[in-house]
């Protein structure tokens, strides 16, 4: 790419960052006015309603850049499924929103530090996502959200990935749909870019466009073995990763 295209690409590219955290303010400017006023099961229905519908349209807003090119679709015979628990690998900072654009039900378990943080923190509380700080309540709470129809999305790496294919899995997931008796769905996120990941900063071109799939995988029943099951499944992500990886 040219100077001048690729200088284009990359203003094209900071105005969507852009774009993207002032409809986040926004939201979290409504969801902090909204979280005294609706109840916990008001505030829940619309901070997860409104979480979804802010994304999705920052994706449409996306698409006439042509940067990113983004394949969801596999998501939608979810949307509507209740207590259910959504388990994903965690290449780049995108990842949630891809997912949670099309789950208008799933919330998620998240730093609580990022509880503070004035472009996520109110709407978070107001979708009742679930803060990390304590194990047992981390799991006590994701459990009642579960028992009471959500979605939990999560990512077993913990973080995204730094030892590719995977990094090692945590057992949390399993753990907890073993005590909402929870279904386990699994969900490939597929890309090639670097762009978001671990370390990658974010005024850095990537190469373009920039592509990411979501697949859905197999589900498992929750077991009383948690651990192992979450060796099944890690295995599972691995040996389908190394199967993409041959065919590349």
């Not at 965690?90 to 530090?113: E, T």
Request: proline content about 8%; hydrophobic content about 50%.
């Amino acid at each position: 790419m040219s100077a001048a295209p690729a200088a284009a690409a990359w203003l094209a590219l900071q105005l969507q960052l852009l774009a993207l955290a002032l409809v986040s303010l926004g939201f979290n400017l409504g969801a902090l006015l909204l979280y005294p006023l609706l109840g916990r099961e008001r505030g829940r229905r619309a901070g997860r309603a409104g979480i979804a519908w802010g994304y999705r349209g920052y994706w449409a807003f996306t698409r006439p850049f042509g940067l990113l090119r983004l394949e969801q679709d596999a998501l939608a015979p979810l949307a509507d499924e209740p207590r259910l628990v959504l388990v994903a690998n965690h290449p780049s900072l995108l990842d949630a929103m891809l997912l949670v654009a099309r789950l208008p039900r799933a919330f998620c378990i998240m730093k609580s530090s990022l509880l503070h943080n004035p472009f996520l923190g109110a709407g978070a509380k107001l979708a009742r996502y679930i803060p990390n700080d304590s194990a047992h309540a981390m799991v006590r709470g994701a459990v009642a959200e579960l028992r009471a129809g959500g979605q939990l999305v999560m990512f077993p790496e913990g973080t995204r990935t730094t030892s590719p294919p995977l990094n090692a899995f945590h057992p949390s997931f399993a753990l907890i749909a073993k005590h909402a008796h929870a279904p386990i769905q699994t969900l490939f996120i597929d890309t090639d870019s670097p762009y978001l990941g671990k370390g990658w900063p974010l005024w850095r071109l990537p190469p373009l466009p920039i592509r990411f799939g979501v697949r859905l995988g197999r589900r498992f029943e929750p077991r009383a073995d948690h651990e192992a099951l979450t060796r099944e499944i890690e295995a599972y992500f691995r040996a389908d990763a190394a199967a993409r990886s041959s065919r590349a």
